[in-house]
């Protein structure tokens, strides 16, 4: 059976990257998605490999994405590799834009929606401790921090705002159901 690709969204810092990375690591039919970013790759918060503008847009022409987006004034794309996962059965998480949502939905045949949120001080205080932005972009970043999903997309929503076990169990129960014996 072909694999699924979750998409996990949500603000900036709402804990994305740790949940899938804790979730990946309790559950091994979870793989993670390494995205490609035009961001300097010593850049501290996840797991990614950084490019140049230049880079990008020549593997963005050779097909090199299965998809890619603008966000924050850099490029993002997921490599096409990840669909040799999907082939194999395995369970892919993305760290994704709520903006390319509906062009993943259409990329993919098996495809879930995980969206995390947490509390406006709990992003405020995460985003300051990462020390990637400046205070004016954290608060950009916050005013966006309640924007919805496009419409057509289904998520099953989750509050990242305490423990993170708490989260992971929380999601792996919703992703794969402990089917009542009878």
Aim: proline residues 3%.
């Amino acid at each position: 059976m072909m694999g699924r690709f979750i998409a996990v969204v949500g603000p900036s810092g709402v804990g994305k990257d740790s949940v899938m990375q804790a979730m990946a690591a309790r559950d091994k039919r979870l793989i993670l998605a390494r995205r490609v970013i035009t961001r300097p790759s010593d850049a501290v918060g996840e797991d990614f490999d950084g490019i140049t503008l230049a880079e990008f847009r020549s593997l963005e022409t050779t097909g090199a994405f299965a998809l890619n987006w603008e966000a924050h004034g850099l490029h993002y794309a997921i490599p096409t590799t990840v669909k040799a996962h999907l082939e194999e059965g395995r369970d892919v998480l993305a760290n994704l834009s709520r903006a390319v949502l509906i062009s993943a939905k259409a990329s993919f045949a098996r495809f879930d929606v995980i969206n995390l949120t947490a509390d406006h001080d709990v992003l405020a205080t995460r985003l300051a401790a990462r020390g990637r932005e400046s205070s004016m972009q954290i608060a950009k970043r916050l005013e966006r921090a309640t924007a919805r999903l496009p419409v057509g997309i289904e998520a099953r929503n989750f509050d990242n705002s305490g423990p993170l076990e708490q989260t992971v169990q929380a999601v792996l129960g919703q992703l794969y159901p402990i089917k009542a014996q009878g």
